[in-house]
């Protein structure tokens, strides 16, 4: 006999972007992969996961640190992607 889970999955409020942007990167490396991200849409965690994964792919070596900070009175988020010098 197997063992069923059953999961109840409350998702919060839905938060949209206000603001996002890439410092430390060559504009057009980067404004292909952050197109789809656009000031307004809602803020999907995995689709940031994505683009940092495909900046550190076009830049070797160094590390890109995702900056997020929400604001729940607005229900909105400022995202930006520093991508670091190398060491």
Known sequence: AGLVVTVTVIEGPSY??????????DE????????????????????IVGIVEALRARH?????????????????VDVELVVLPAD
Do not use: H, K, N
């Open 60 to 76: 070797p070596g160094r590390e890109v640190e995702p900056r997020i900070e929400r604001d729940p009175a607005t229900a909105t």
């Open 16 to 25: 949209r972007i206000d603001r996002f942007t890439v410092t430390g990167a």
């Open 28 to 47: 057009s490396v980067y404004r292909p992969l952050v197109a789809p991200v656009q000031s307004g849409a809602v803020f999907d965690r995995s689709a």
